[in-house]
């Protein structure tokens, strides 16, 4: 989510405030529908209902394109189970009305 960062001098000059925004995700999930990490979904933009996330296997093949408002990566891809490894993901959001770009990855336990 937003928030304002407040940089103060020390030697007393001043002090100058920015908003800065905050882009989190989980590092794993379990989709073993136990009630707990089920699904895998970017946390702090869902202020940006404009952003879009997409979920890669290893070898770059998109497997999920995502809302943040929605509920999240089952885990699936065409209605089957994907297995345990590292997945990729990339947001591309705006920002002041600046297209921006957040790469990173995750884990899938079974």
Excluded at 15 to 32: A, R, W
Excluded at 62 to 75: F, M, T
Aim: contains cysteine; proline residues 7%.
């Amino acid at each position: 989510g937003d928030h304002i960062v407040t940089i103060v001098d020390q030697n007393g000059c001043g002090s100058v405030s920015i908003p800065v925004g905050v882009i989190d995700y989980p590092l794993f999930f379990t989709p073993n529908q136990d009630g707990f990490h089920d699904t895998w979904n970017i946390i702090g933009i869902a202020s940006n209902p404009t952003a879009q996330i997409y979920i890669y296997d290893r070898f770059g093949k998109l497997l999920k394109q995502l809302s943040p408002l929605g509920p999240g990566w089952d885990g699936t891809y065409n209605g089957n189970p994907m297995p345990s490894s590292d997945y990729w993901f990339q947001v591309i959001y705006d920002e002041d009305d600046i297209e921006k770009e957040f790469r990173g990855h995750f884990t899938l336990k079974r």
